[in-house]
T-cell receptor, first 114, second 114 residues
């Protein structure tokens, strides 16, 4: 069966500090991978998606970046955090068999920027 | 018009009640539709896909009206454990050039009381 891991689970960081969130998927190969952010009282916002190693598409301009160094690893980074970066960050995957697929989410990282 | 609209609720119902959630979407090119459930401070989890013919899973029934761009979720015999936020989700195929991405509603909060 497939599992998706995220760490850390919670993070409190000062404004201007760097960020690195990691997501890994087990039990599948060549998945599509996604980073979402859910701000308090708001819906999920797609930040990045990746259809393969080194292939990253950005959905919204921001001070975040993503990388996919390995097939089942997806990393979200920032060089300098802003207060507005606070939120619940969710990684998700789906099957690489075309689109319109349901996505499966990791447990998330709750980030607070102070 | 927002891409996916839901009544935010909250819906406060007694145990055993029947409750219905509605959702409208703006992209007529959307191909796939889902309901996700999100518990407080947890990741969204797939509840069920929504098919054109309507589908049922135990106490849950989902229906789709493509002509009206409307999706519904009916929960019969509500349980305390049904308390959660229910997210309406549609695909964004061919929408703004993004492929395979899911568009999430902000969710409808359900609270089932004893």
């Amino acid at each position: 069966s497939q599992t998706i891991h995220q760490w850390p689970a919670t993070l409190v960081q000062p404004v201007g500090s760097p960020l690195s969130l990691e997501c890994t998927v087990e039990g599948t190969s060549n998945p599509n991978l996604y980073w979402y952010r859910q701000a308090a009282g708001r819906g999920l916002q797609l930040l990045f998606y990746s259809v393969g190693i080194g292939q990253i598409s950005s959905e919204v301009p921001q001070n975040l970046s993503a990388s996919r160094p390995q097939d089942r690893q997806f990393i979200l980074s920032s060089k300098k955090l802003l207060l507005s970066d606070s939120g619940f960050y969710l990684c998700a995957w789906d099957w690489d068999r075309g689109f319109d697929n349901e996505q499966f989410f990791g447990p998330g990282t709750r980030l607070t920027v102070l | 018009r927002k891409e996916v609209e839901q009544d935010p609720g909250p819906f406060n119902v007694p145990e055993g009640a029947t409750v219905a959630f509605n959702c409208t979407y703006s992209n007529s090119a959307s191909q796939s539709f889902f309901w996700y459930r999100q518990d407080c401070r947890k990741e969204p989890k797939l509840l069920m896909s929504v098919y054109s013919s309507g589908n049922e899973d135990g106490r849950f029934t989902a229906q789709l009206n493509r002509a009206s761009q409307y999706i519904s979720l009916l929960i019969r015999d509500s349980k305390l454990s049904d308390s959660a936020t229910y997210l309406c989700v549609v695909t964004a195929l061919n929408y703004g050039g993004s492929q395979g991405n899911l568009i999430f509603g902000k969710g409808t909060k359900l609270s089932v009381k004893p």
